[in-house]
């Protein structure tokens, strides 16, 4: 089944490391994304990415670094910039601005990160 | 003005109730409506989609769009125990950048057996 698979689940890390959250789809869709959500804020824009090797800070960019390499890819990276890690990570997709189903994301089941 | 604005709840109501949840939002270049359902600790899922005002239909559950009142509902008939979730609306708009989206902060819902 096609779908986007988010690793790890849970990650706990002490200040000041830097940690990597692992983004894969098999969707064949063009664009990705990064949210963080925080209760009671919702869904806040990190990065984003439309096609390979290009992408773009979103509202919250400050403190994290993304890369895409290869279409299905799009790790995210928590650096020490960032005052506040806590939070649950999502990634989501949707294809081509061209494509149907374009106005759609698609999302991971999320990976919640807990600075110790 | 917030962009969308959506009550948290929670909204607690008894098995086979009609639920009713709604969004508001102030960008009048939305386009595509969406209704995703999250389920805690867990990514968010597509329930509905709707382009530009009507409604929409799909078994229990009917989206809404009234674009003249920037006014969005989704209705849930014979709730059900496992439709206990946190429901985000949400809104894309196409620019040059391509779609933008904006989400609701989400309506927690809770039905009692």
């Known amino acids: 089944d096609g779908g986007i698979t988010q690793s790890p689940k849970y990650l706990f890390r002490k200040e000041g490391q830097n940690v990597t959250l692992s983004c894969e789809q098999n969707l064949n869709h063009d664009a990705m994304y990064w949210y963080r959500q925080d209760p009671g804020q919702g869904l806040r824009l990190i990065y984003y990415?439309?096609?390979?090797?290009?992408?773009q800070k979103g509202d919250i960019a400050e403190g994290y670094s993304v890369s895409r390499e290869k279409k299905e890819s799009f790790p995210l990276t928590v650096t020490s910039a960032q005052k506040n890690p806590t939070a649950f990570y999502l990634c989501?997709?949707?294809?081509?601005?061209?494509?149907?189903?374009?106005?759609?994301?698609?999302f991971g089941a999320g990976s919640r990160l807990t600075v110790l | 003005q917030k962009e969308v604005e959506q009550d948290p709840g929670p909204l607690s109501v008894p098995e086979g109730a009609i639920v009713s949840l709604n969004c508001t939002y102030s960008?009048?270049?939305?386009?595509?409506f969406m209704w995703y359902r999250q389920y805690s600790r867990k990514g968010p899922e597509l329930l509905m989609y709707t382009y530009s005002s009507g409604n929409k239909e799909d078994g229990r559950f009917t989206a809404q769009v009234d674009k003249s009142s920037k006014y969005i509902s989704l209705f849930i008939r014979d709730s059900q125990p496992s439709d206990s979730a946190t429901y985000l609306c949400a809104m894309s708009a196409m620019g040059g950048q391509g779609f933008s989206f904006i989400f609701g902060k989400g309506t927690r819902l809770l039905v009692k057996p």
């Open positions: 989501a997709s949707r294809p081509g601005s061209a494509s149907s189903g374009a106005n759609v994301l698609t």
């Open positions: 960008n009048s270049a939305f386009q595509y």
């Open positions: 990415s439309q096609i390979v090797n290009d992408f």
